[in-house]
Structure formats: C-alpha cells, structure tokens
C-alpha cells in the first residue's frame, strides 16, 4: 500500500519557466511534509518543509502548497535552472508527538526526474 | 555544522564478513535514522533512535544490528550480509518533537559479493 504516491515519473521543462511537481497521500495521519533533492549515488538534500496547519510555505525559488482536503501537496520552481534537474522525492509523516514519541517516521514517494533544458 | 557525515562512502563486503557503518552529526539532533535504498527506489526506513535508546525497527533482519554509543554517532553493523542488501544506507537526524532540519547524510554504497 503506497501511502505517498508520486504519479509522475518525470518532468521536462525548459529554463526559466516553472517546474510543479504532484504529490499525493492516503494516509490522514501525516502532518508534515519534506520535499527532497536527490542526485545518484547521494543523500536527499532537503529543499523546503510545511506543517499541516499551513496551506503554503516559500522559500526563495521554492514554494510548497498543501490542500489537506483533496490529500495533495505540489512543489513549484520558479524560475527553472538546469542546475535544478535532480530526482525530487516528497515525503510525509505523522506528528513528531504521536504516541509519545519525538521522532519523525517518513515515508517517501517514488519520485518524479525534472529534467531542465537550458 | 549542519551535516550529517557517514563513512564510508563505497563498501564492498563478502558474505561472511563484518563491517560498521558509521555516521555522525553535531546539530544537536536527538533522534537518528537509517534508512535504506535500492536503485530507483525510495528510501525506507529500517531503525529510528530516539535520545539513544532503540524506538523503531522495522523489521529489519538481524544480520543488522544499530548501534547508538552517544547521542552524535550511529552506528550500522552488518554481519552474514545477503547480496540482495547492496544498497545506499543512508543516515538522519532531526530535531526532537518538530522535525526541524531533517537531514540526510551523503550515504554509504555497499555493495554485497
């Protein structure tokens, strides 16, 4: 049972334009969200956050969005770099506090390849 | 210093061999992950340490076995490995309670022969 679903597998943009990578999730008991960078052989280096308490979060380039609703969070770039093309992975997990614990279980998506053309 | 470091970062090991993954961060972080991943694969989470104490294991074979001595190094023991565990092991940490600054470590290549 995929649990956080990235339902496309790759991305092409060209340079400057925007880049929106889709993310959904099933389960109702995941309340922040982490989206990640990810070149072969490498850790995923974190790119932006949000708290389910917010609809938005943006961070220079970077602006996730959140609709709690329909279970879904995207990921926008704006403007597009070559520099950016990577495998994006979304991940979630439940609150930190759940059952008493302090620590975050996250559970990933499959990941999309964005690919920027100069 | 906001990294997480592990060593090393290629291991090739035979089956009946031991070895250590080791990781280590000074963000101050009091939980602490290993995660898992297989080509093309997302990464899966196998142990979470909280304040140094063992809180998750996925159900991980026993063939590895964490180790946390203190509360900036972790580390990965691996014995009687099996070639289908060739993977990137990736390690974690992040801020108790509010996940802040979830970070991944550059990941140990291990490939098992």
């Known amino acids: 049972d995929q649990q956080v679903k990235q339902n496309s597998p790759s991305l092409s943009v060209q340079e400057g334009r925007i880049s929106i990578l889709n993310c959904d999730y099933t389960?109702?008991?995941?309340?922040?969200f982490l989206w990640y960078k990810k070149y072969p052989a490498e850790g995923p280096t974190f790119l932006i956050s949000?708290?389910?308490?917010?609809d938005k979060n943006e961070d220079g380039r970077f602006t996730v969005f959140l609709n709690k609703s329909a279970k879904h969070l995207s990921l926008h770039i704006v403007p597009s770099q070559p520099g950016d093309s990577a495998v994006y992975f979304c991940?979630?997990?439940?609150?930190?506090?759940?059952?008493?614990?302090?620590?975050?279980?996250?559970?990933f998506g499959q990941g999309t390849i964005l690919t920027v053309h100069p | 210093d906001t990294e997480v470091t592990q060593t090393p970062k290629h291991l090739v090991m035979g089956m009946t061999n031991k070895k250590s993954l080791k990781c280590e961060q000074h963000?101050?972080?009091?939980?602490m992950y290993w995660y898992k991943q297989k080509a093309k694969k997302p990464p899966e989470l196998m142990f979470v340490?909280?304040?140094?104490?063992?809180?998750i294991n996925e159900s991980v074979p026993s063939r590895f076995s964490p180790e946390c001595p203190n509360s900036s190094l972790l580390n990965l023991h691996l014995h009687a490995l099996q070639p289908e565990d060739s993977a990137l092991y990736l390690c974690?940490?992040?801020?108790?309670?509010?996940?802040?600054?979830?970070?991944f470590g550059s990941g140990t290549r291990l490939t098992v022969v």
């Open positions: 340490y909280s304040y140094e104490k063992l809180s």
């Open positions: 991940a979630a997990t439940p609150p930190a506090n759940a059952g008493g614990t302090s620590y975050g279980k996250l559970t």
């Open positions: 974690a940490s992040s801020q108790e309670w509010n996940l802040y600054g979830y970070t």
């Open positions: 949000i708290s389910s308490i917010k």
């Open positions: 963000m101050g972080h009091r939980a």
């Open positions: 389960n109702s008991m995941f309340d922040y």
